[in-house]
């Protein structure tokens, strides 16, 4: 009996840190998107030729029954904010808002399962995105390769 509950336990600790991991389970309708800088190189498409350094991380907080979309950077003290209104949402994952004064503070003004969609046609901030492990691992200065992908 001990045995079976072990390894139930070592199963639904495996899955929570899958889905902390992977953002999987968020709070309040927020996503967050980690992003990495090139540090001393250069990139090239996704590689960099340099080193990876942790970027900023990007939160969205989508308020379905008030059709807006908030949006910060964490970590910025005052840095940049922003609310998009009259959006379209499904849930925290999947949204569209029409872009606005605030586009250009921020990275996406659609989410689509979980993803910022890339818009070129609105001003707004490049970034190079990678999984949430691995903007962790950097963080604590352990290295994760060259390429930032998702």
Not at 3 to 32: C, P
Not at 107 to 127: E, K, L, T, W, Y
Request: glycine content about 10%; charged content about 20%.
């Amino acid at each position: 009996m001990a045995r079976v509950l072990t390894i139930v336990l070592l199963g639904f600790m495996a899955l929570g840190v899958f889905a902390w991991s992977t953002d999987k389970i968020t709070s309040q309708g927020e996503r967050t998107v980690y992003t990495v800088e090139c540090v001393q190189g250069a990139w090239e498409g996704e590689h960099c030729t340099g080193r990876l350094a942790p970027g900023k991380r990007y939160r969205f907080r989508a308020l379905k029954s008030h059709r807006e979309v908030l949006f910060w950077t964490l970590g910025d003290q005052g840095g940049p904010s922003g609310r998009y209104s009259e959006c379209s949402i499904v849930d925290g994952h999947n949204w569209s808002c029409s872009p606005n004064s605030d586009s250009a503070r921020t990275i996406a003004h659609q989410f689509i399962n979980g993803r910022p969609v890339d818009d070129s046609s609105v001003p707004m901030i490049h970034v190079h995105q990678i999984p949430k492990w691995k903007w962790v691992l950097l963080d604590i200065g352990i290295p994760v390769g060259r390429d930032a992908s998702t």
